[in-house]
């Protein structure tokens, strides 16, 4: 066998080998209930959602910040490419601020929930199943939502977060709270 040849099988089983390993970790999350999600008496509008767990949802207009309310959808590839940011910052937020998230234009629920636990997701979040949000939201995702302690919007960030930095920044720029 030639030289050529021999580095040619050498350089197949490297790329056979290397292909087989999966280079992204699994990250587990998971579906959890939105029974925790502090609302606001006597909002101004109803605008229900349902829990992505199936359990009790909220009225969207109702929740009281400080929180961020991530609007997202399994689908959307710059709401994947956001999630890192999101799940650093859940991680060392101040306990005083709500994450939440909400589920939009999914085929079934299933591939929210399966989005969430393989996306390492661990706050709650919603889910729009008929589109009932769209007029509140807007259409396109990603999108989050910085609510105060009033329910009032201070400011509504459309696109995908671009670092965990930028969400600590906002964070205390519109809550006095740094993340």
Excluded at 82 to 92: A, K, R, S
Excluded at 136 to 154: A, C, I, R
Excluded at 157 to 166: C, D, Q, R
Aim: glycine letters at 10%; hydrophobic letters at 40%; one cysteine or more.
């Amino acid at each position: 066998m030639n030289l050529r040849r021999k580095s040619a099988l050498v350089l197949t089983a490297l790329l056979i080998l290397t292909s087989c390993g999966n280079s992204e970790p699994i990250i587990t999350g998971q579906v959890l209930p939105c029974n925790h999600i502090s609302l606001i008496e006597n909002p101004k509008q109803d605008i229900e959602a349902g829990c992505l767990d199936s359990g009790k949802g909220v009225n969207i207009a109702a929740i009281k910040g400080p929180a961020i309310i991530n609007v997202w959808g399994s689908w959307c590839e710059p709401c994947k490419k956001e999630l890192p940011y999101l799940n650093e910052f859940y991680q060392t937020m101040d306990p005083r601020l709500q994450l939440i998230g909400v589920d939009v234009e999914e085929k079934q629920i299933e591939d929210g929930r399966m989005f969430a636990r393989t996306h390492g997701i661990m706050w709650p979040n919603l889910y729009d199943g008929d589109g009932s949000t769209r007029m509140f939201f807007g259409m396109g995702v990603p999108v989050s939502w910085f609510v105060d302690e009033n329910g009032k919007v201070l400011f509504k960030k459309v696109g995908p977060f671009n670092s965990t930095e930028e969400i600590r920044t906002l964070s205390f720029k519109y809550f006095g709270i740094s993340g």
